[in-house]
């Protein structure tokens, strides 16, 4: 019987119609709200050119020193890591060979913040310990793509668990982020945002309240766009992994450990809690946890039935 990894790339739709239409959609949708806004913006409350040319140079201009700073991110991500441990390099150069990836072009690295990273960039180790992460090539400018495991997570997971969460950010390495859509989209919001404060500094309210709302408007739609990306690196993820329950358990410890030892607490603020889940399921980037485990429920059976018509197999 033939094994997964040598022809299931060949046979395996990674990009189907359904995820593709959705992030499209999202996506068509953000930057047209974002273009014309800006558009009506001068239109419809006489704003001068000067003030909105100055917030377009301005935006190119943050957007030009985010892209410097990408090195940075890299230099700490490596400086703070170590290699994977043999065992766990294991399963993710199965997982990865298996989507047609090469192991070898891609950097597995092990973080743990109580030991390494705190020191030098506290943020950054609290928000990684308890996951795992990728790093594409394309968003930090490196030679290859990283992938993060976090010592948390790997402790928390069993082998299974992190096999399906390796998946899932397999996944994301094979969907990749449409960069320039990323760098237009970042600069339309930010000329958006910073017209909405100039205006109010200069009291030009009816341009910022506009401004603002069609900035808000822009962030749902956005948080659309990724959810339909986690929603199509959760589908890859249970073609490349389908194990009953391994994905939905390990979400579960993620989000528990997520609430521990004080890393990734919910900030308190006086705000109900019902306004908060709204707001979550509005504009998070992620999608909740019990949708991606109705999701799972769908899609992992038809994974399991797929390897089984094509003669595939996977080690569970």
Known sequence: MPTAPKSFKDEWDFNPLRYRFGTAAFAAANIATLTASLIAAPVLFGTNLVPLAICAATACAVQYLYSLSAPDVERLVRANTAPLSPETAAHAANILNRAGLNADDISLLELDYHTTIKQENDKLGRKRHNNVVTYTK?????????????????????????????????????????????????????????????????????????????????????????????????????????????????LFKLSMLSRQNGLNKPRRTPVSRHFKKAANILFSTHPSRPSRTKHSLIQIPRAQLFYKEKGLTFTA
């Open 138 to 250: 394309d968003m930090l400018g490196g030679e290859k793509d990283i992938l993060v495991f976090g010592k948390g997570a790997i402790d928390a997971l069993t082998a299974s668990e992190l096999k399906a969460i390796i998946a899932h950010e397999t996944g994301h390495l094979i969907n990749r982020n449409n960069v320039p859509y990323k760098h237009i989209q970042t600069t339309l919001g930010n000329t958006l945002l910073f017209l909405g404060v100039s205006s109010l500094i200069t009291l030009s309210f009816g341009t910022a309240a506009f401004a603002g709302a069609a900035y808000i408007a822009s962030n749902l739609f956005e948080g659309g766009r990724k959810r339909q990306d986690e929603l199509r690196a959760d589908y890859n993820g249970f073609g490349l992994y389908p194990a009953d329950e391994a994905f939905s358990s390990a």
